[in-house]
Structure formats: C-alpha cells, structure tokens
C-alpha cells in the first residue's frame, strides 16, 4: 500500500523546536518532489515547504523561512522538518505530501498528519 | 502573489447538483486542483489540471474553467460527498497558493 505516515507532533513552548518525520512506503521515493503542508485548527490549508528529488532545492512559505529546515533521507524514504523558534500560530496539523510527477505543481497523496501546538 | 476565493459554504439535497466555484485573477493562466478534506481525515485529491479526475474517484465528480473562475461539479451528490473541498494553484517550486475551501453540506 502507498502510504505516508508523520510522526513528532506534540506541545511545544514558544521559543522551542520540533522535528516532524514522514515515513514513506510503497512508492519510489527517489521520484517525488516532497512538500510539508500544515492546517491550524479550523482553518484552510497552507503550503509549507518543498524539497526537490535528490534534496537540492528547498523553497519555504516566507512566514517560516530561517526557522524551518526541509530535509530528507532517500536511504531511509523519509521526509523531515525541523522546526525552531516556534510561535502560536505555528501551532496546526502538519500533512506530508507527494507532489505529482507530470509536470504540474499539485499533491497527489497525503500522510494523516500529525498535530503540533505551540503553547506555554 | 495572487489569491483563490472559494465561497465559504454550499448546500444540495441529496441527488441534486453541487456546483463549488474558485476565483482568482491568475486563473486564466494557471491549472487549478481541487481536494477534499472529511473532518479529521487528510485531504485528498479529486480533480487536477481543472478537469481531470484520478482514478478512483467518482465519474460525478467533474470540474471546468471559464475566465478568472474554475468550478467543481458534484453531480447526484451523496451524504459521502459532505466535507471541505479547496482549490489550490501553483506556477513554481515556491508560489503555492489554496483557496480558503467551501464546506459542503449535504441537507
């Protein structure tokens, strides 16, 4: 089965980090640019961040640019975001997602999520 | 950056048409995807590149484009089809932009 599945969420105080995961299986990992796309509590959708096939290139939503870190680690099929300086209203589920490989910027698989709040 | 307005909220009966619009001024240029998200649920994608469907989903699922506005069609709609359905577009690595997402409610 394709899957994504996130793991790291939890209360976090302002000021602090966090490092999410994302576990892929059933798919080439190596084929897909990743993302990380977050949705606070309810609210819409925000895309995060990217990061291309072989880890080259990141690119970050600006709210978050010198905090977050995108990463990954093909050997393992796994996806990272690290998170430092957390504020309050960085405090939302934070999905996984596989971006399509035709050509075209969209998501065609999402993970569950996993829930980060940012509170003292 | 440009924005995608989708209607906060639409209502159908079951069977009737569900029609969920997107509007941005950037459209005529740029594909539009649709998801839906069921409460608690990740979402999930039901038409890319304004009309295409994955498989998998529903043929009573359809979308379309005209001008600034692309709309997605729920035809026979179904007490299954009730959740958050937004549109998102995308032109680079780095200028994703999402609708702020319609929920449909199935009366």
């Known amino acids: 089965e394709v899957q994504l599945v996130e793991s790291g969420g939890g209360l976090v105080h302002p000021g602090g980090s966090l490092r999410l995961a994302c576990a892929a299986s059933?798919?080439?990992?190596?084929?897909?640019?990743m993302s990380w796309v977050r949705q606070a509590p309810g609210k819409g959708l925000e895309w995060v961040a990217n990061?291309?096939?072989?880890?080259?290139?990141?690119y970050y939503v600006d709210s978050v640019k010198g905090r977050f870190t995108i990463s990954r680690d093909n050997a393992k099929n796994s996806l990272y975001l690290q998170m430092s300086s957390l504020r309050a209203e960085d405090t939302a589920v934070y999905y996984c997602?596989?971006?399509?490989?035709?050509?075209?910027?969209?998501?065609?698989?999402w993970g569950r999520g996993t829930l980060v709040t940012v509170s003292s | 950056s440009y924005e995608l307005t989708q209607p906060p909220s639409v209502s159908v009966s079951p069977g009737q048409t569900a029609r969920i619009t997107c509007s941005g001024d950037a459209l005529p240029k740029k594909y539009a995807y649709w998801y839906q998200q069921k409460p608690g649920q990740a979402p999930v994608l039901v038409i890319y590149?304004?009309?295409e469907r994955p498989s998998g989903i529903p043929e009573r699922f359809s979308g379309s484009s005209s001008g600034t506005t692309v709309t997605l069609t729920i035809s026979g709609v179904q007490a299954e089809d009730e959740a958050a359905y937004y549109c998102q577009s995308a032109d680079t690595a780095d200028t994703w932009v999402f609708g702020g997402g319609t929920k449909l409610t199935v009366l």
């Open positions: 590149k304004d009309a």
């Open positions: 997602a596989r971006i399509a490989t035709d050509g075209w910027w969209y998501f065609d698989l």
């Open positions: 059933g798919l080439t990992f190596t084929n897909y640019w």
């Open positions: 990061i291309k096939k072989d880890g080259s290139d990141k």
